[in-house]
């Protein structure tokens, strides 16, 4: 089954995984000044939504013919979805079944690999992340990857809200490492997909077509 991008949408905001605000959320769910709220959250905490979700990661994946050997998720957010995965793939096409993840925090003691890892990635690594908002978690990760001397082959982000400036600094990084990047969503198009399906107050719409650009 090919990747549908409509569908998926759907799937995230019929789960409760984007809030609109008349005015902004900063500081109370958001580092941003934006009247969105992304949460992959309430997905990754209902068993059959996870799955579900990993379904479509995985029908991406294979609509652009890659063949990766191992999952890991930026933590923490995107880190159950890459255990799932992983379990998934490597049941179905017999992997290496390493089953990696990254600590959000670090042990203050032991290698380098058990202070940042439970489990080292290895092989053709795909780095999953939530939320793309200024790449600053996938940044972190990449610097504790180097230090065990592993680059992934490719970052996969469910929804990339960079702006112009963060998104051109993660780019350079990315380039820099030759990592691919791609996103299943960007925040335009979920938006829009959204205030059909949520129909929001008039008065937030407008402070959408304002603050978000949206059409």
């Known amino acids: 089954m090919r990747f549908n991008k409509k569908k998926f949408i759907t799937f995230f905001v019929k789960n409760k995984g984007i809030t609109f605000f008349d005015k902004s959320a900063k500081g109370k769910y958001t580092g941003n000044p934006s009247t969105i709220y992304f949460n992959w959250r309430t997905i990754a905490e209902d068993v059959h939504n996870l799955d579900k979700c990993a379904d479509y990661v995985i029908q991406f994946i294979q609509d652009k013919k890659m063949n990766p050997d191992c999952f890991l998720g930026v933590?923490?957010?995107?880190?159950?979805?890459?255990?799932?995965?992983?379990?998934?793939?490597?049941?179905?096409?017999?992997?290496?079944?390493?089953?990696?993840?990254?600590?959000?925090?670090?042990?203050?003691?032991?290698?380098?690999?058990?202070?940042?890892?439970?489990?080292?990635?290895?092989?053709?690594?795909?780095?999953?992340?939530?939320?793309?908002?200024?790449?600053g978690a996938i940044i972190d990760t990449l610097k504790k990857l180097k230090k065990i001397k592993v680059v992934p082959y490719a970052i996969i982000a469910l929804s990339d809200r960079t702006d112009k400036k963060s998104k051109n600094k993660l780019m350079k990084i990315l380039h820099r490492e030759k990592i691919r990047f791609y996103s299943l969503t960007n925040q335009k198009e979920v938006v829009e997909e959204a205030v059909k399906i949520?129909?929001?107050?008039?008065?937030?719409?407008?402070?959408?077509?304002?603050?978000?650009?949206i059409d």
């Open 75 to 135: 933590p923490e957010g995107a880190t159950k979805l890459a255990l799932l995965l992983q379990y998934k793939w490597v049941k179905k096409y017999k992997k290496n079944p390493i089953l990696p993840f990254v600590r959000g925090n670090a042990k203050k003691h032991g290698t380098p690999k058990d202070r940042d890892f439970l489990g080292v990635p290895k092989g053709k690594i795909i780095l999953i992340e939530d939320v793309v908002a200024r790449g």
């Open 198 to 213: 949520l129909k929001p107050p008039k008065k937030v719409i407008e402070k959408l077509k304002e603050r978000e650009k």
